[in-house]
């Protein structure tokens, strides 16, 4: 293969096979070069010849002058000049997004309706309530005979020298995490409430963190109950009634729980209003304080001679720790809400 031996002006062609001479040309192109080589010819032969027929030159720049401007104008300035005043930079459309290519430009077209919230589309919501479920039917499961022995055991009035059987620490278990799913329940239900009669805009950055702060002063509530309880029954009753009292309070919060849960569904999953969920409520939180009276005058004030003093003790211990927690919620939900 023979190399031209001009750049430019006039050029000799390279031989394709055997004796065959490419034509001369004023003005080579890099397709000619390619043309003169061989099928067979690898990249780095054709960079060698486009490399042999092209050499770099020096860059010239325009000098002719800028005539893109109004006649009898000036002509205009260049905004890349550093010193350029800023009125200069600023217009009518400098700020617009077609004007700037680099800058988002939005969205064109009217924006549809928000699909409002439901409790049903709800991710994490559902994920909570099925973990709940799944949970309480393995715990269910696995102790359905403690469950169905602590019923019948509860409207049993026993006697003063009977022998109590002891549970287990499975059965203990079960009954702390059903209290415990009692609490998660009742921030749920609330949780709802707040939404749908307080407010749905809150300073958090995530609503699901008031579930966690409601559900935070809800066990706190209880274990503060059984604080009360402990320290009130310790000087006004033996320890015995008082083991008998706290074992049969886990178990109505037990039951408080498997009361609930429905209604949570209900409001969740089959359009169910939550003034009618909140009416279900109190309902459930009056049978569960009419045990709780019940099993406390069994308890404590059955050998009694003043029995009246059941009043007195269940209002200071049930009733006004109760009111005290709705009105706490209350005014949580209305310190964390946005108030426009």
Partial sequence: MSLAQDSISTHVGVGVQGDTVAPKHTTITPAMVLSWLPRS???????????????????????????LHLPGHNKGKNL???????????????????????????????????????VHNDNVITSLLLACFLLSLMALASARHFMARQAKRFFFLPNVGTTELTETVKEVRLQIFMAFLSSLLISILFYFYT?????????????????AIYLVMIVGYFLLKILLYTVVNSVF???????QWIKSMLFIMSIEGLLLFPIVLLVAYYNFSVRNAAICFVIVLIIVKLLTFYKCFV?????????????LYFCALEIVPLLSSWGTLVFVANSLKINF
């Fill in 299 to 311: 308890i404590f004030f059955r050998q009694n001679v003043l029995s009246l003093q059941i009043f």
């Fill in 80 to 118: 890349l000049d550093i010193q350029l005043p800023q009125y200069y930079r600023e217009g009518f459309f400098s700020k617009d997004s077609l004007f700037h290519p680099e800058l988002p430009g939005g969205r064109y077209g009217l924006s549809g309706d928000p699909i409002p919230y439901t």
């Fill in 41 to 67: 010819a690898t990249p780095a032969q054709q960079d060698s010849a486009i490399q042999a027929h092209f050499k770099p030159a020096e860059i010239r720049w325009s000098q002719r002058p800028d005539t």
């Fill in 195 to 211: 939404v749908n009669y307080l407010g749905d805009t809150f300073i958090l950055k995530s609503q699901y963190y008031l579930i």
């Fill in 237 to 243: 009753f033996g320890s015995k009634k008082n083991k």
